[in-house]
């Protein structure tokens, strides 16, 4: 079945520091891949998505590309802010009409100011 | 614009009571429709989904149901709450056939 491994956390960094997150996934077809984030307290916003192989998602500074050759989306930022404190949520899409997402466990980001 | 809510935003219960969290959508027709579980330090588990009015997929067995009786609203309930029910409960919609899911404010269910 359909997977998604994020890497452990907690992270935690200096504002304007550069962000990587790494993401990698096991899937049958060519599903879409997605970051979501949730801020404490609150539901998940969708930041980014990518819908096929070599596609570059990017939102708020955001960016992820799909590698379907390593089977990741590892998403990155060149200079983190304190608002970017948050948990974040790799997830892939089942290629169903049922439109399912599997999930990632969710990594916490931390900004220092 | 599509908005989605949820209700209660906080629910304290005893254990053994029963539980009815409400979400709808406004802004869409027939939307897929989804409730997820989030325990505490734990990743999204998806407990159920909808494609159509009365119209549920279970994803996990355990003591909650699901309930469609309206196409933008979607209903989770239980007859008797158990302790580990406690968690963060988030509806979610997408529109048909496209992948993309939209997620509401969530409700935080400490079960005592």
Same mark, same amino acid.
Not at chain 1, 20 to 42: K, R
């Given at each position: ?9 907690? &992270? ?67 200079? &983190? ?29 931390? &900004?220092?100011? | 614009? #599509? ?8 629910? +304290? ?41 009365? #119209? ?16 933008? #609203? ?36 400490? +079960?005592?």
């Amino acid at each position: 079945g359909n997977s998604v491994t994020q890497m452990e956390g907690p &992270v935690t960094l200096s504002e304007e520091a550069f962000l990587t997150i790494n993401c990698t996934y096991t899937a049958t077809g060519y599903p879409s891949l997605f970051w979501y984030v949730q801020y404490p307290g609150e539901g998940l916003q969708l930041l980014l998505k990518a819908t096929k192989a070599d596609d570059k998602g990017s939102n708020k500074g955001f960016e992820a590309t799909y590698r379907k050759e390593t089977t990741s989306f590892h998403l990155e930022k060149g200079s &983190v802010q304190v608002s970017d404190s948050a948990v974040y949520f790799c997830a892939l899409s089942d290629t169903g009409a049922n439109s399912k997402l599997t999930f990632g466990k969710g990594i916490t980001l931390s &900004v220092r100011p | 614009s #599509q908005t989605i809510h949820q209700w209660p935003a906080t629910l +304290v219960q005893p254990v053994g009571s029963p539980l009815s969290l409400e979400c709808t959508v406004e802004g869409t027709s027939n939307p897929n429709l989804y409730w997820y579980r989030q325990a505490a330090g734990r990743g999204l588990q998806l407990l159920f989904y909808s494609v159509g009015i009365g #119209q549920i997929s279970s994803e996990v067995p355990q003591n909650l149901s699901a309930s469609r009786p309206q196409d933008r #609203q979607f209903i989770l309930s239980s007859k008797k709450l158990l302790l580990s029910d406690s968690g963060f409960y988030l509806c979610a919609w997408s529109v048909r056939r496209e992948d993309t899911q939209y997620f509401g404010p969530g409700t935080r269910l400490t +079960v005592l």
